[in-house]
């Protein structure tokens, strides 16, 4: 900021001592009624004067500037197992969410595990084209959804978290105790443990998430003891119906 004013200010004086110069009679004496080369001069030097404090003052007064730095969501832009997994991943070692991060690590495996197993069992007893395979895939699909939506969620609170400024605030706390913090400090505090514990209830629903697969794949394993007409009342799909009511609550 002080190096631009220094350049305006520069600039400026420039500009106006190459004015005196040039028309200043004991000096270079240009002047409008001096004859046609005078004139001429005259104009030219008025009209480049105009140029270089339009231009110059623009060029320092905006270019330099430097816009704050935009936050790129980037588990917007996350599609498949891997990509999530190598977000979080980016994000360790800042000491702040390193157990969520090996948490929800350890978790997407799971679910790519589960979601193999299940369409292993399914294909054991249906075809796709059957009525009860779809059902059973749709709802497996949109928990898996949920699931990542979840871990997309994490990764975005990582994002917009600033560990640096945390720090310094906890650094002030541990030096003044917590009973004498500014209310400043208590409020930007309060802000940051909210983030900590919504990142950390998406690893608690998404432990949820799972522990209802296990229950499906326990259910559907079972399916060989079932005739056609008891199908419909196994746990399995009354699992199911749960799950998809509950995805309104995991989309919140």
């Known amino acids: 900021m002080k190096n631009r ?3 305006i200010i520069c600039l400026n004086l420039g500009i106006a001592l190459l004015n005196i110069v040039m028309f200043s009679k004991g000096l270079v004496g240009l002047a409008f ?17 105009l140029v270089a404090f339009f231009y110059g003052n623009y060029v320092l007064l905006f270019s330099e500037r430097k816009d704050p730095p935009v936050i790129l969501l980037k588990g917007s832009e996350l599609s498949k197992p891997e990509e ?8 360790r070692g800042r000491g702040v969410f ?9 978790q997407i495996n799971r679910m790519e595990d589960k979601d193999r197993a299940l369409d292993s069992i399914l294909e054991q007893f249906f075809t796709p084209q ?7 895939q749709n709802a497996i699909n949109s ?4 699931f990542f939506n979840n871990v997309k969620k994490m990764i975005n609170r990582m994002i917009i978290f600033d560990y640096k400024d945390y720090e310094k605030l906890q650094e002030k706390v541990r030096m003044s105790g917590y009973s004498t913090v500014s209310k400043t400090v208590d ?3 309060s802000i940051y443990s909210e983030h900590i514990t919504y990142v950390r209830s998406m690893v608690s629903m998404n432990e949820e998430i799972l522990i209802k697969l296990d229950g499906l794949l326990l259910e559907i394993s079972k399916l060989d003891d079932l005739d056609e007409a008891g199908l419909e009342n ?15 609550y995991y989309k919140g």
């Open 5 to 7: 004013a220094l350049k």
């Open 33 to 49: 009624t001096g004859g046609a080369l005078s004139a001429a001069l005259a104009v030219t030097v008025i009209v480049m004067s």
């Open 84 to 91: 999530y997994i190598a977000s979080l991943r980016e994000k």
């Open 98 to 106: 390193d157990e969520e991060i090996d948490t929800a690590v350890e």
């Open 130 to 136: 059957e009525i009860t395979f779809t059902r059973f």
């Open 143 to 146: 928990v898996q959804a949920i």
């Open 187 to 189: 409020t930007q505090m």
């Open 234 to 248: 196994m746990a399995a799909v009354q699992e199911i119906n749960d799950l998809i009511k509950q995805t309104k």
